[in-house]
């Protein structure tokens, strides 16, 4: 069965995007995932077709509206879990990720202005979920991202050597980040005028002591870079 994925946009054709390229876009067209774009603007009334209006209390921006944005998700057959990207919801982790790969489906609400609505998300049993503390000026390229995330997980689609629990976050890596990865030429030249070798134990073909010394580096990283990490590790 493939992933299925309804968006719920006012740009439909930024979709595929990205997506349509690379791994996505060949597992695209071989059927491993499918998506929709429904415009919600399709669901306005009148002749300018407005899908927002002044926020009740006052204040700046705009806010999308329930009914409409209600219309264009009746609109879909089986929308499967529900998610509006928001700089509000739980933050996207791997494991979350992981988890949304092997949903039957899923509808992504990607808002503009200053948002939707809340009595559409309250409605309609949204989970809210957020790509990062920072905000973007609409949920299509979140959308996009937690996409290209579930994709690369689906079954195949990565290729047989690699398992996706061996990466940053993984299971196999303990949570943690990744070691650092090099390939040839073994002696490399930059334009530094330096020469950059590569670790010894990468070319000794001791495989015991190059996993022992992956470990350490991931666990250096980690306590450099994301101390955060090693609590759950
Ligand atoms: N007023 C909102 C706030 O302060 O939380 C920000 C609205 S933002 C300009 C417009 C839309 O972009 C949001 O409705 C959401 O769909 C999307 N968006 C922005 N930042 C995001 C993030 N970090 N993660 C997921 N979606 C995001």
Known sequence: ??????????????????????????????????????????????VHKSVDDTPYGGGAGMVMRADIVEKALLSIDNPGRKIYLSPRGKPLKQALVKELSQAPGLTLLCGRYEGVDQRVLDAHGFEEISIGDYVLSGGEPAAMILMDACIRLLPGVMGNDDT???????????????????????????????????????????????????????????????????KNA
């Not at 054709?13 to 990205?18: H, K, L, S, Y």
């Not at 950059?196 to 470990?215: F, M, N």
């Open 1 to 46: 069965m493939a992933f299925n994925v309804h968006i719920l946009t006012l740009f439909p054709e930024m979709f595929p995007g990205p997506l349509g390229q690379s791994l996505a876009g060949k597992a695209l067209e071989r059927g491993d995932w499918a998506y929709t774009a429904t415009n919600i603007r399709d669901f306005a009334d009148g």
């Open 164 to 230: 996706p629990d061996n990466e940053s976050f993984g299971s196999a890596t303990g949570g943690l980040l990744e070691y650092p990865h090099y390939t040839r030429p073994a002696e490399w030249n930059a334009a530094d005028g330096k020469t950059y070798g590569v670790p010894d134990v990468l070319t000794s073909g001791d495989h015991a002591k190059i996993e022992q010394w992956r470990k350490k580096q991931s666990e250096e990283l980690t306590k450099q870079r994301r101390p955060d990490l090693l």
